[in-house]
């Protein structure tokens, strides 16, 4: 279809009609079910749907008429009072666009002047009046002096910017007010674009109003973004405080078994959608400690996520360094699954203040602990949607820059740049066909992930003894001593422990 001016301005009508279907109007001809057709009833069922008139009646004298059978004709105007003679509207969520109606004058007659003043109102439900309606604030008018129209005329009055679209009811209010001359008006056919919101079967008062500042189908009060039609929900691991992640870096070996070569605190943040959909991960990372002689680095997979569904990675810090390759989305090249390298070395995150290591042996200097927040953004391709549960947050330590030397939480599975030959190998008792990885032949592992914040051991110290019910966890796989790093008696050893001041 070749595009020209007519053929884009009836899709623009196409689209403005979508866009206001809703429309809410009173023309007059209906009655209440079993009663017959008449003035009276008439306007009892436009009543009945929450219409209100004042000094306004029904008619059918045809010389008043001008749709149908039935129009609207006002008392003579006495006054420029707009509270004397109107015709006011239900409740209305009111949308964008023109309130529109017939009118027409029963007598043209010199020295008079006629008015048609539009007003609105909020909901105010502190009113006291048993209608709730705020202070009517006028928006518009036309006057008529000194000739008057005695054929029908549509006019037309834009809907005032501040309530159009604002999601909140208002009632319209026409009134009809003049000086002079005993001429009336005829009217029909008002139609004002929104949504009819009165509840018949409540005095007429409004529905219930659930403000949804960005129309994404949230609430604003569950609505955690309630300006942002992208995102709604924060769900935050660990749910409340933050998670503590400790490696051990002489995997395949146990070492000294301390468990502070890298100390951090995490917390990470799946940012979903209306519809649940993960749009974004925040992770912030706090380096505690390094309690190691080795440059090592960090990063994560994110378990069976393809880098295709990752548009973009912010906050890591990699320094360039030679064994980080990383693709313009930043996940890192040549991994089936999304891994996130987000620091080359850890000494670069928190430098030594001196000493060795960083925040392990009470004699050196403390350094302030430094938090890096990873942003993570998911594409939004209709047919890459990710759920909360689809996240399965695989952190791992690179150990002095060798690639291939992963360390990774017991049973997490390495990532496609591992070096597997290093399985089995020192005290590793790796068995992927049993599902076993990163354990010894006792099941201790060499790196754990707590959700909780806690301290770890000094430089040197064995966890085992720094924790004394941690043996009976990890070989127990889990079973027993779930709570094994709580502060409770018995379950710390403090002269075995850092304590951050
Ligand atoms: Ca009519
Ligand atoms: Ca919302
Ligand atoms: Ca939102
Ligand atoms: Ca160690």
Redesign the pocket.
């Known amino acids: 279809m070749k595009f020209n001016k007519t053929t884009l301005s009836f899709i623009f009508l196409i689209l403005s009609g979508i866009i206001n279907a809703q429309t809410v109007s009173v ?3 209906v009655a209440p079910p079993y009663y017959p057709r008449s003035e009276g009833n008439n306007r009892l069922y436009d009543i009945s749907n929450c219409w209100a008139f004042g000094a306004v009646t029904y008619t059918r004298v045809s010389s008043q ?7 609207m004709r006002s008392n003579t105007p006495t006054s420029l009072d707009p509270n004397a003679c109107w015709v006011k509207s239900p409740w209305i969520k009111p949308g964008t666009g023109n309130i529109t109606f017939k009118m027409k004058f029963e007598a043209t007659s010199a020295a008079t002047l006629r008015r048609i003043i539009l007003t609105y109102c909020s909901y105010d439900p502190a009113s006291l009046s048993s209608s709730k309606e705020g202070t009517h604030i006028r928006f518009d008018s036309i006057s008529y002096a000194p000739n008057l129209p005695t054929t029908a005329q549509t006019l037309s009055f834009a809907v005032p910017a501040a309530i159009a679209n604002s999601g909140l009811p208002y009632k319209i209010r026409i009134s009809f007010v003049g000086t002079g001359g005993t001429t009336r008006y005829n009217m ?2 008002l139609v004002i674009p929104g949504t009819h919101w009165s509840d018949p079967s409540n005095n007429c008062l409004p529905l219930p109003v659930i403000q949804d500042a960005d129309s994404d189908g949230v609430a604003d009060a569950d609505d955690a973004y309630p300006n942002d039609a992208t995102r709604a929900y924060n769900n935050y691991y660990p749910a409340a405080g933050k998670g503590t992640l400790m490696f051990e870096d002489l995997w395949p070996t146990t070492g000294d078994y301390d468990f502070n070569d890298y100390v951090a605190s995490y917390r990470y943040n799946l940012v979903t959608n209306a519809t649940n959909r993960v749009v974004e991960m925040k992770l912030a990372l706090t380096t505690r400690a390094i309690g190691a002689s080795l440059k090592n680095g960090f990063g994560f997979q994110l378990n069976n996520i393809e880098p295709i569904y990752v548009s973009s990675v912010t906050g890591t810090q990699t320094n360039n360094a030679s064994w980080v390759s990383t693709a313009s989305n930043g996940t890192e090249e040549g991994q089936d699954y999304a891994n996130i390298i987000v620091f080359d070395d850890a000494f670069k995150i928190l430098p030594s203040p001196g000493g060795s290591g960083v925040n392990v042996d009470p004699a050196n200097p403390y350094a302030t602990p430094v938090v890096q927040n990873i942003t993570i953004t998911f594409s939004t391709l209709s047919d890459l949607i990710l759920f909360k549960d689809d996240i399965i947050f695989n952190p791992y330590l690179i150990v002095n820059q060798e690639r291939g030397r992963e360390v990774h939480l017991p049973n997490f599975v390495p990532s496609k740049k591992a070096n597997v030959s290093l399985f089995g190998t020192g005290q590793d008792a790796t068995n992927p066909s049993a599902n076993k990885y990163y354990k010894t032949k006792n099941n201790l592992p060499w790196a754990l992930q707590v959700e909780a914040e806690i301290p770890y051991p000094k430089t040197k110290i064995d966890i085992l003894q720094a924790y004394p019910n941690f043996a009976s966890w990890a070989e127990s796989s889990g079973a027993s001593f779930t709570d094994w790093y709580q502060n409770l008696s018995g379950y710390r050893d403090n002269t075995k422990i850092y304590i951050e001041p």
């Not at 008429?65 to 129009?71: E, V």
């Open positions: 023309n007059c001809e008429l001008i749709t149908g059978n039935f129009s029909d056919d």
